[in-house]
């Protein structure tokens, strides 16, 4: 687990213009500069949502990540919904899911 | 010379990247009272305006976190987020790093306050600015206090920043504006986003109106995660806009949920001059 790294790559690229380009281009090279489990730069790359959410990312990084990497509003709520459905419960963090996650709108 | 205005708005990057989708009964009126506010604030003729935000990973990460943050540049930046989603756009905005280093001496006096000579703004400022200096044309300073990451710097400490701030806005020659900008109860970035404890909300802003310095600073970080959700921590940016008007009562323009902007929209001004 290096929960920490994926935040701080999330971090760097939220607010990086030129890293973004960089990442487009070469994604591995990037994500090669932070301890990374495979599971982690694997959901970094493909843009898992679902997953990183449920690994823990703080949610306002993540918010972020998803509107830079292109998704909609909609689809990004939904993306979490559908990680929490694959993989379980958030697992560290304080953006956990509460009461099922009732009482949204989206 | 002083403060010559202080008042406190909502940030959630809703209000402008979903701004159309909130049924027009509630938007309305909400955005009327930003215009009201920039009136007020215009009316005002600050030299400078401080943003006394809570930003979200914009220029501080836990590498290295610091409780308080002013920015002490000559422009900023801004938003980080895509400004497609974000629907503002990408910009420059105007500072002036000399009157942030006055300030700043003088808070030190009472805070161990951190700046920054870069600084980029989030949705925590850009929708503020947005509807209050719709044309960039005033020196923004930015201020920060983390409500992001816990451990969190305790509710009595961001009384006596604001007192500190204060301090400083009234040592200086320069006219000084204050917003301070957060959410009360609220669970963004995740599946509840939309949620909101209205009745803790009004609670809340009871005793922030009536400026009751015991009763804000009586709340505690587990209970206001229970029952105001991860934006709950914002809170903080209320009690340091408390603390620089200690004494004076706190007009609540507009309050309503608005669960598609993720928050209870709030907008707040201070009375400066009554007596
Ligand atoms: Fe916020």
Known sequence: MSLYYVQKFIYNINRDTKLQTGFAANAD?????????????????????????????????????????????????????????????????????????????? | MSLVFAGLCSHAPGITARAERAPAELREPFFANFNIMRQQLEAAKPDALIVIAAEHFANFFMDNMPAYAMGAAPYYEGPIEDPDWLKIKRRKIPGNANLSFRLIKTIMQDIDLAYSEEWKCDHGIMVPLHFLTPNYDIDIIPVNINCQTAPFTPLKRAWAFGKALRKACDFVDERIAIVATGGISHWPATPNSGKINEAWDRDFLDKFARNDKTALLAYNDEAVYADAGQGGAEIRTFIALAGAVEGRKINIAFYAPIPIYAVGCTIAMVDLDES
């Not at chain 1, 090279?29 to 703080?58: H, S, W």
């Open chain 1, 29 to 106: 090279m990037i994500l090669a500069n932070y301890d990374l489990t495979d599971e982690e730069a694997c959901a970094l790359r493909e843009a898992d949502i679902g997953l990183l959410y449920v690994m823990g990312v703080n949610g306002q990084l993540l918010m972020h990540y998803a509107a830079y990497r292109g998704l909609a509003w909609d689809d990004y709520i939904q993306a979490m919904k559908d990680g929490l459905a694959k993989y379980g419960e958030v697992r560290a963090g304080s953006y956990v899911t509460i009461d099922g996650g009732a009482g949204g709108a989206v």
